[in-house]
Structure formats: C-alpha cells, structure tokens
Nanobody
Framework: VQLVESGGGLVQPGGSLRLSCAAS????????MQWVRQAPGKGGEWVST????????TYAGSVKGRFTVSRDNAKNTLYLQMNSLKPEDTAVYYC???????????RGQGTQVTVSS
C-alpha cells in the first residue's frame, strides 16, 4: 500500500491550494479515505472523510464551507480543494485509509501547507 500526497506549498491568507493523494497497492475504490493534518506543536486533527463511492462526505467544523474533498476512483486519486485559507490551516496534510487494509491503517508521508503573508 502506498499513498503519496502532493500539491502543498506556501500561500497567502485567502488563497487556495489543491492537494492530491495518489493511491496504489490496494483496491482504492472499495475504501473510505480521510484527510488529516498536524500543525506544528499540536496533535493530529481529522479534516474530512469520503466514503468509497463518494456518496457521503463529512468535514471538521474548522474547514466546513472552505474545503472540498473528492475522489477519482478511475485514477486511484483523492483530492482536497482548500479555499479561503487561513494561517491556522498551516500544517502537514496527510491522506489515510478510512479502514484497515489488511491489519492496519495506512497514511502517506504528508505534504506541507503554509499559509502566511
């Protein structure tokens, strides 16, 4: 199982970024997926979950209305569109499986998002 995030970077407050997570090594279309983030000096925070078919999506209150999660099962890719970014969104963003694959959950290496003027 491999999850590879990309798309992070430095953006000004109010800006946008689109993160991607390329999945391989498992049947992506049959698993719910999640985005989580970890800010410097803080614990991990769940951001969003999308079911395997995309029919059910949930968001943390801190990002609801600003972030949009989606997936393309044909491309084995998960996305996170982030709009109206705030400095408090600064964190390393990880995609992870929403259920165990085999005996464990998997998480990518993360992509850094920095929101600063």
């Amino acid at each position: 199982v491999q999850l590879v995030e990309s798309g992070g970077g430095l953006v000004q407050p109010g800006g946008s970024l689109r993160l991607s997570c390329a999945a391989s090594g498992f049947t992506f279309s049959t698993y719910a997926m999640q985005w989580v983030r970890q800010a410097p000096g803080k614990g991990g925070e769940w951001v969003s979950t999308i079911t395997n078919g995309g029919g059910s999506i949930t968001y943390a209150g801190s990002v609801k209305g600003r972030f949009t999660v989606s997936r393309d099962n044909a491309k084995n890719t998960l996305y996170l569109q982030m709009n109206s970014l705030k400095p408090e969104d600064t964190a390393v963003y990880y995609c992870q499986t929403g259920a165990p694959v085999g005996r464990r959950f998997y998480r990518g290496q993360g992509t850094q998002v920095t929101v600063s003027s």
